[in-house]
């Protein structure tokens, strides 16, 4: 199975300085549900990226996910 890896940033403002954790999923779909599942605190906003740094997938508080087209 070919994983690859994303980085899961969560923060509780507009800004995402925050350090990321990196996980490894198989796709992106498998890679939001990690996130969504490991979310630490009610009403933040998720943000996943590529291991280059490319924003590949947002959510904001209670929104459903947005993924962007790169």
């Given at each position: 199975?070919?994983?690859?890896?994303?980085?899961?940033?969560?923060?509780?403002?507009?800004?995402?300085?925050?350090?990321g954790?990196?996980?490894?999923?198989?796709?992106?779909?498998?890679?939001?549900?990690?996130?969504?599942?490991?979310?630490?605190?009610?009403?933040?906003?998720?943000r996943?990226?590529?291991?280059?740094?490319?924003?590949?997938?947002?959510?904001?508080s209670?929104?459903?996910?947005?993924?962007?087209?790169?």
């Amino acid at each position: 199975m070919d994983m690859k890896t994303y980085i899961i940033r969560e923060s509780d403002g507009p800004t995402f300085l925050r350090k990321g954790a990196e996980i490894r999923a198989k796709n992106l779909t498998s890679a939001k549900r990690q996130a969504s599942k490991n979310q630490c605190f009610v009403g933040t906003n998720l943000r996943i990226e590529s291991e280059t740094g490319i924003l590949l997938a947002l959510k904001m508080s209670g929104q459903k996910w947005e993924e962007v087209e790169s």
